[in-house]
């Protein structure tokens, strides 16, 4: 059975939180959520869901136990023992991540949902992003409103905001980047099958480093019984990202 592109990019969520064991997952939106699910049903058992809210939940939404919003702020998210991964409307080669405004933030074109706890997120503990659609509105060479903080921008703050600060990766449609270069500028690290360099380069208003780029994984036939008859079955994932 070949995987599709949303297949692809589920398992490549899931791997976002390999190795992180006993933390909270805070995936925001569907194919987030599916790929949180699936690590935790195969290699991150111990991985701790939210319902987004108050409880912590099993992946088929059995309650495990209590997360009143205060507690998150108290014992959590300052201490590093979460990873969120949201969306982006913009992205930039550093990590800077805008969800507030596109344009000038007193008088923006477009009005969004504001900086949200992204900023909060991006100094206290591991933040990835999910884009379903990668192109050069998205990955821009500087966002116009900085919500969630870039190296860039972290390390203009000094240790106290670069203590917790982890902006680990940003899965799209087309592939996997992280920001493991010496100037933490954004490189390539997987893309995903029959996606080429060009393709990605085309897509994005700055240079990215492929250096080292390998292909994203396909997902086992394990897997994918999981993605296609537990977790999606209604298969809501191919209207995020088309076959």
């Known amino acids: 059975m070949s995987a599709t592109r949303a297949e692809i990019a589920v398992v490549a969520v899931a ?92 008088h923006p074109k477009k009005q969004l949902l504001g900086v949200r706890g992204a900023p909060g997120n991006t100094v206290n503990h591991r933040t990835s992003y999910w884009v379903p659609r990668h192109s050069p509105r998205v990955f821009v060479d500087a966002v116009d409103v900085v919500s969630g903080v870039g190296y860039d921008n972290a390390a203009k703050a000094g240790p106290s905001a670069e203590k917790y600060h982890d902006v680990h990766r940003v899965v799209t449609n087309l592939g996997v980047f992280g920001f493991g ?38 997902p086992t036939a394990e897997e994918l019984r999981l993605i296609r008859d537990v977790l999606d079955p209604k298969n809501f994932r191919d209207k995020e990202v088309p076959a």
């Open 15 to 106: 791997e976002l939180f390999r190795g992180d064991g006993e933390i909270v997952a805070s995936p925001m939106g569907l194919i987030p959520q599916l790929g949180a699910k699936l690590a935790r049903l195969t290699f991150e058992p111990d991985l701790l869901m939210s319902d987004g809210e108050a409880y912590l939940v099993t992946p088929d939404g059995v309650v495990e136990g209590w997360q009143p919003f205060r507690k998150v702020l108290d014992t959590i998210v300052p201490h590093g023992r979460r990873h969120v991964v949201m969306g982006a409307n913009q992205v930039d080669r550093h990590g800077n991540q805008n969800i507030s405004a596109i344009g000038d933030h007193a």
């Open 181 to 218: 270069t010496p100037d933490h500028s954004m490189r390539a690290v997987s893309l995903h099958p029959g996606v080429t360099r060009d393709e990605v380069a085309a897509a994005t208003s700055f240079e990215i480093d492929f250096s080292g780029a390998g292909t994203s994984r396909e």
